[in-house]
């Protein structure tokens, strides 16, 4: 395939598979065929700005471009008091000298503002706010965000400059916060600040790996159309494929404008993303002008701001939790309060470095607050001046699970328990090596290898491969048929891809997408091993610190020794790719184009990978053949000039059949 119809496809894949939530390609296939548009792209050096290549992260950077924006980026002046939202009404009424006007009332999302510049339907920039006059070029960044059209519908003019919010939702970012702490990086106090250190990123494949969302808030325009609205701008917005919030709101009189707010104010618990507020807008554009702004902010907009939800209460204790990788992550053990709705018992204090700035210390009384709604924080000590306060917080020297010493390295927050065999950080070994995405051992949950870690049965992951039906069927709540299913789930175990074991390792940095990288690239264990650190971070989407872990976690004796026993247990240890079954295409390049009559396109270039041959997508000099089907195009015509043998699938079998 060309350059071009690769982008077609893939294109069509991702609306598939975003929009439609049909996928038309498997995720094997798509992988393929990017890297493959990646590869052509790169030789070329050609990469249109609408690319979906774009959609995985551009090369990296190593400051941004810096550019002003033609309309600054105000900010908003901002009230938690009703009575000054009528004040800012009275004021709307006197300057409009007598003028009918109405309100739009909007979310004020909790992330960070972003400028989107399109010229003819294209995104050409993407900004950050930075002074208000002059930002951050942040384009490659903001390309990887899927909500963020490449290419505008419908019939966009020649230039639309889009002002919106880029967020994270609050799920996506409490697991990622979590993988982070058990990873010994500093983790993000909330959402907010999560994306804003995502989209400073100087690695767009990193934010790529992000879930960055996205919402228009404005469409703004040099001069004012005349009967234009915010309401029919974010229409605008809309029907051109961008991102609009449905809680906009329409508000005729001030008084509509307050009741809104008291709704936001219920409904805002229920959204899956932060809201620190509600905007008011005035409606009409054409008063936007007579309005003007102050130095920082336009007349013609406020920002009511809610209350974040905060309690006080006392540190009864401050305790250590240990991670997978030994990462050791302090928690205050609070006395139970009432914070928006539930009673909050715990809460994380991240590291060492944090209760330190925070000066927090047993015994005191704190200032509790849910940052992202979800995960409680300890804002700040009532009084640190409180007579009687307790000693300073220490990090103890000794893990609180196994004794063993912490120690820390100079680029990590986070001490670390290094003894493999601490018992909580088997047990999460163990979890993870079993659990769903990993090997899915059925059975094998936390209550049970709590039971087998505790009991003195399993010491790593693979202790599993040694256990017997009768040990099983001994634990408690486990009779002799749950304990011959996990067995047999033991079993199955072993068949699981390579891609998997890689990723049940539970090697530090390595997530599912790496793990299959590194799969695909090594094709086996014995050559993922003996990869030096630099074959490693030659891998496409593997960066250096990911390079490290791997080639670190190989070279540890204890490590290499579990690997080895997962060998002699029968785990896979190659690639998915079938080993050869023949080698009727030893060496050749075959180009598919058309469809056949029998095989998908990936069956047919499964048996010629089998049969020791490659594929490619274009017809070059290089080409032992073309197989064609129904429809075949181009390539059909190319062949036929460079007279590269042209097959059909009868013809396919009969050599794979001699
Ligand atoms: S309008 C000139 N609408 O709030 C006014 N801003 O203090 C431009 N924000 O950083 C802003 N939601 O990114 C507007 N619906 C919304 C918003 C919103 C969040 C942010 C904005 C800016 C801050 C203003």
């Given at each position: 395939?060309?350059?071009?119809?690769?982008?077609?496809?893939?294109?069509?894949?991702?609306?598939?598979?975003?929009?439609?939530?049909?996928?038309?390609?498997?995720?094997?296939?798509?992988?393929?065929?990017?890297?493959?548009?990646?590869?052509?792209?790169?030789?070329?050096?050609?990469?249109?700005?609408?690319?979906?290549?774009?959609?995985?992260?551009?090369?990296?950077?190593?400051?941004?471009?810096?550019?002003?924006?033609?309309?600054?980026?105000?900010?908003?002046?901002?009230?938690?008091?009703?009575?000054?939202?009528?004040?800012?009404?009275?004021?709307?009424?006197?300057?409009?000298?007598?003028?009918?006007?109405?309100?739009?009332?909007?979310?004020?999302?909790?992330?960070?503002?972003?400028?989107?510049?399109?010229?003819?339907?294209?995104?050409?920039?993407?900004?950050?706010?930075?002074?208000?006059?002059?930002?951050?070029?942040?384009?490659?960044?903001?390309?990887?965000?899927?909500?963020?059209?490449?290419?505008?519908?419908?019939?966009?003019?020649?230039?639309?400059?889009?002002?919106?919010?880029?967020?994270?939702?609050?799920?996506?970012?409490?697991?990622?916060?979590?993988?982070?702490?058990?990873?010994?990086?500093?983790?993000?106090?909330?959402?907010?600040?999560?994306?804003?250190?995502?989209?400073?990123?100087?690695?767009?494949?990193?934010?790529?790996?992000?879930?960055?969302?996205?919402?228009?808030?404005?469409?703004?325009?040099?001069?004012?159309?005349?009967?234009?609205?915010?309401?029919?701008?974010?229409?605008?917005?809309?029907?051109?494929?961008?991102?609009?919030?449905?809680?906009?709101?329409?508000?005729?009189?001030?008084?509509?404008?307050?009741?809104?707010?008291?709704?936001?104010?219920?409904?805002?618990?229920?959204?899956?993303?932060?809201?620190?507020?509600?905007?008011?807008?005035?409606?009409?554009?054409?008063?936007?002008?007579?309005?003007?702004?102050?130095?920082?902010?336009?007349?013609?907009?406020?920002?009511?701001?809610?209350?974040?939800?905060?309690?006080?209460?006392?540190?009864?204790?401050?305790?250590?939790?240990?991670?997978?990788?030994?990462?050791?992550?302090?928690?205050?053990?609070?006395?139970?309060?009432?914070?928006?709705?539930?009673?909050?018992?715990?809460?994380?204090?991240?590291?060492?470095?944090?209760?330190?700035?925070?000066?927090?210390?047993?015994?005191?009384?704190?200032?509790?607050?849910?940052?992202?709604?979800?995960?409680?924080?300890?804002?700040?000590?009532?009084?640190?001046a409180a007579p009687g306060r307790g000693p300073q917080f220490r990090m103890p020297t000794q893990c609180p699970a196994c004794g063993s010493r912490l120690l820390k390295s100079d680029e990590e927050v986070a001490w670390r328990c290094v003894n493999a065999a601490c018992p909580p950080q088997v047990r999460i070994r163990v979890e993870h090596f079993a659990g769903r995405d990993a090997l899915d051992i059925e059975g094998l949950g936390e209550a049970v290898v709590d039971q087998l870690v505790s009991r003195g049965h399993i010491h790593t992951y693979a202790d599993i491969y040694r256990l017997d039906v009768d040990t099983l069927a001994a634990l408690d709540r486990m009779g002799p048929k749950s304990a011959a299913n996990l067995m047999a789930a033991i079993d199955a175990s072993r068949a699981k891809p390579f891609a998997k074991v890689v990723y049940a390792l539970g090697i530090r940095h390595v997530g599912e997408t790496t793990a299959k990288d590194l799969a695909k690239a090594f094709g086996s264990l014995d050559a993922l091993r003996n990869a030096s650190e630099a074959e490693i971070a030659a891998v496409d989407g593997i960066g250096p610190r990911i390079a490290a872990a791997v080639h670190a976690f190989f070279r540890n004796p204890d490590q290499a020794a579990l690997v080895d026993r997962l060998v002699e247990a029968g785990l896979r240890t190659t690639d998915d790719r079938e080993a050869p079954k023949g080698d009727a295409f030893a060496g050749k390049t075959v180009v598919l184009t058309g469809t056949l009559p029998t095989l998908t396109r990936s069956e047919a270039e499964a048996l010629i990978e089998a049969h020791g041959g490659k594929t490619s997508g274009s017809v070059s000099k290089k080409t032992d053949y073309v197989l064609a089907g129904e429809s075949a195009g181009s390539k059909l015509d190319k062949a036929r000039a460079l007279g590269i043998p042209i097959i059909d699938e009868p013809e396919f079998f009969r050599i794979l059949g001699d």
């Open positions: 395939m060309t350059a071009d119809e690769l982008r077609q496809l893939l294109r069509r894949a991702d609306e598939a598979y975003y929009q439609q939530d049909a996928p038309i390609l498997s995720d094997q296939e798509y992988d393929r065929l990017m890297a493959e548009l990646i590869r052509l792209e790169t030789e070329s050096g050609l990469v249109p700005p609408d690319s979906p290549s774009l959609r995985v992260g551009g090369a990296p950077t190593k400051t941004f471009a810096q550019v002003a924006h033609p309309v600054p980026m105000l900010s908003l002046s901002n009230t938690y008091d009703e009575g000054e939202v009528r004040d800012f009404d009275r004021r709307v009424a006197g300057l409009l000298e007598g003028a009918a006007y109405s309100y739009f009332v909007e979310l004020k999302f909790d992330g960070m503002a972003v400028r989107l510049r399109y010229e003819n339907g294209v995104l050409v920039l993407g900004a950050t706010r930075g002074d208000g006059t002059t930002g951050d070029d942040i384009t490659a960044n903001l390309r990887t965000v899927r909500d963020i059209p490449l290419r505008l519908l419908g019939d966009p003019p020649p230039v639309l400059e889009v002002r919106g919010e880029a967020y994270m939702e609050r799920a996506a970012f409490a697991e990622l916060n979590r993988l982070r702490e058990e990873n010994g990086e500093a983790a993000y106090a909330n959402p907010r600040n999560f994306t804003a250190g995502t989209l400073k990123q100087q690695d767009p494949r990193e934010v790529a790996r992000r879930p960055i969302r996205f919402f228009a808030y404005d469409l703004v325009r040099d001069r004012a159309l005349a009967g234009d609205t915010h309401a029919a701008k974010l229409d605008t917005l809309r029907r051109f494929g961008l991102p609009v919030s449905a809680h906009g709101f329409h508000a005729p009189h001030i008084d509509a404008v307050l009741a809104r707010i008291a709704e936001i104010d219920r409904l805002r618990h229920t959204l899956p993303y932060d809201t620190d507020g509600v905007v008011v807008k005035v409606n009409e554009d054409r008063h936007r002008d007579p309005l003007g702004a102050t130095a920082k902010a336009p007349r013609w907009a406020m920002a009511y701001k809610f209350e974040a939800e905060q309690a006080v209460t006392t540190i009864n204790d401050i305790t250590l939790q240990v991670g997978r990788l030994g990462t050791i992550t302090p928690v205050a053990e609070l006395e139970p309060v009432l914070l928006a709705g539930t009673t909050v018992k715990r809460a994380s204090l991240h590291n060492e470095e944090e209760i330190q700035r925070k000066d927090i210390r047993i015994g005191d009384r704190v200032i509790v607050e849910k940052a992202g709604e979800i995960i409680p924080q300890v804002v700040q000590v009532v009084d640190p």
